[in-house]
């Protein structure tokens, strides 16, 4: 008998096809509050869960008993309790290097449209006002041969290090826990701490996990240590910014602008100050959206499921400890 197994994203047909040859799939295309009685029931007979968002914590585990392994699709897995899962001897696969370079393209896309104004000029176009002369009021500020400060200096870190050295000039500053020989050597980064870090970076990028470490590391202290002509870029996760100090940062000057691909709250709701401001660039959380690096991701997903439900585990696994012990 092929194993139960809970699908709550859709994926590409040859995908889909793909779980159904190795396991007997209940779907659903998310989770909402309509299909989440439904989710949960089939949850009881799932050896394997594969899909994306949602939390799925403690409560959620105690009501899998018979779950061996959950696949997201995304490289970011805070929203899994990592522990509780490693407690119940429950895999957690994901999917970093398939989309690294993408998420990278994203952040210099950030950075260039938050420093050439680009939403905000397309806007003033749309609104008629081409026949007015465009003054310093509507210039930019050049992103070339500028330093950016990146924290964090994993796989995303290093591939926005090698667009902005290589194809920006840029001198390149980071802060992680220790140091990255490969990012000084190759990029020839340099390695400081976070003060220096927000003191001399005319941007500063996020590529951060979100951890208890990592939550709201930068709040109203870090952005008063920024420069006032600084850019604040965030593709890592929205809490790692305590939003409301950076509201405020974004309203009174003390840094010149913010692109944002994460917030403390997804979908942003409606009423968020960020939807007013006319020095913020906002997308909706598409660092890794391209037709190429989704489906990527989803085959990634799919593969990462059938290897730890068949024990042939070799990367991408969150808790490599308990395929050891299987
Ligand atoms: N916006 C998006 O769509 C999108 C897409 C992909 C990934 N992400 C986010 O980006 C994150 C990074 O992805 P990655 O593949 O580069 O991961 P990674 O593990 O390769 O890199 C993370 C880096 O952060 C550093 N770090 C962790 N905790 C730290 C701390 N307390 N202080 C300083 N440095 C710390 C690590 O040392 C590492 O250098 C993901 O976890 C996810 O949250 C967002
Ligand atoms: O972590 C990731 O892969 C992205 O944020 C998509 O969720």
Redesign the pocket.
Known sequence: MKPAIVLYKTLPADLRQKLDEHFSVTAFDELSHQTFPAFLQALKNAEGLIGSGGRIDADLLAQAPKLRAASTI?????NFDVDEMTRRNVLLMHT??V??E??AD?LMGLMLATARRIPELDAWIRDGHWNDSLGADHYGTDVHHKTVGI?????????LAQRAHFGFGMKVLY????P?PEANQKYQAQHCD?DTLLAQSDFVCI?????S??HH?IGRAQLDKMKKSAILI????GPVIDEDALIEALKDGTILAAGL??FEREPLPHDSDLMKLKNVVL?P?????THETRYGMAECAVDNLIAALNGTVKENCVNPQIAVKN
């Open positions: 995304s490289v970011g897995y805070d970093p290097t989309l690294t993408t998420v994203t924290l964090g200096m994993g796989r995303i870190g290093m591939a802060n992680t826990r220790t990255n976070l590529t951060l996990p979100l951890t470490q990592t590391m965030n593709a890592g996760r691909d994460v997308a959380h598409i660092g890794s959206a």
